[in-house]
Antibody, heavy 123, light 107 residues
């Protein structure tokens, strides 16, 4: 059974750094083709991909947020950590982590998601 | 980034209706297109990947088609549990961008 769960602060102040942890089970981030991504959703708005880390430690970021994001994995702990610097109220959103799977033709999709964690940026 | 444009942004329909949602991309992505369903307060769920491949849990009233820059999600006969927001996403290149969503509401 594959599960993912996000953890971290529910509230941060403007200019602070947000650190979120995704703890997963049921798959290995050492398996070829696998990735774990972070996606966020402001209240009432659409989904936005933030970052993804692949089994081979390849890291990809949203170009518009790249300067503020960092993603890392700890394969032994089955965790992926996302940090986002210089938080602003517009970053208030539900943050999801999700398993990125791939077909043999390299069709990639997020087929398992965490429940999400709402992060509010407010002083 | 590849831009994703869904239409309509919302629609009202009745149980039993056939509906179609369109997703257009700013560049060709072959068939690297996914569809998700999201209900209020819940995480998105993968419905369709590779433009037309249904996840195992998805009823056959759902179908996806298209390639290149234009894709469609069709529900042949709406059921009460289908009222939700639907998102397309391209899996062609990072960042794996999403459309803005289509909210399907009960008429």
């Amino acid at each position: 059974q594959i599960t993912l769960k996000e953890s971290g602060p529910t509230q941060v102040k403007p200019a602070q750094t947000l650190t979120l942890t995704c703890t997963f089970s049921g798959f290995s981030l050492s398996t070829s083709g696998v990735g774990v991504g972070w996606i966020r959703q402001p209240p009432g708005k659409a989904l936005e991909c933030l970052a993804v880390i692949f089994w081979d430690d390849d890291k990809r970021y949203s170009p518009s947020l790249k300067r503020r994001l960092s993603i890392a994995k700890d394969t032994s702990k089955n965790q992926v950590v996302l940090t986002m610097t210089n938080m602003d109220p517009v970053d208030t959103a539900t943050y999801y982590c999700a398993l990125l799977s791939s077909t043999w033709e390299e069709h990639r999709y997020y087929d398992y998601w965490g429940q999400g964690t709402l992060v509010t940026v407010s002083s | 980034d590849i831009q994703m444009t869904q239409s309509p942004s919302s629609l009202s329909a009745s149980v039993g209706d056939r509906i179609t949602i369109t997703c257009r991309t700013s560049q060709s992505i072959s068939s690297y297109l996914n569809w998700y369903q999201q209900k209020p307060g819940k995480a998105p769920k993968l419905l369709i990947f590779a433009a037309s491949s249904l996840q195992s849990w998805v009823p056959s009233r759902f179908s996806g088609s298209g390639s290149g820059t234009e894709f469609t999600l069709t529900i042949s006969s709406l059921e009460p549990e289908d009222f939700a927001t639907y998102y397309c996403q391209q899996g062609y290149t990072t960042p794996y961008t999403f459309g803005q969503g289509t909210k399907v509401e009960i008429k």
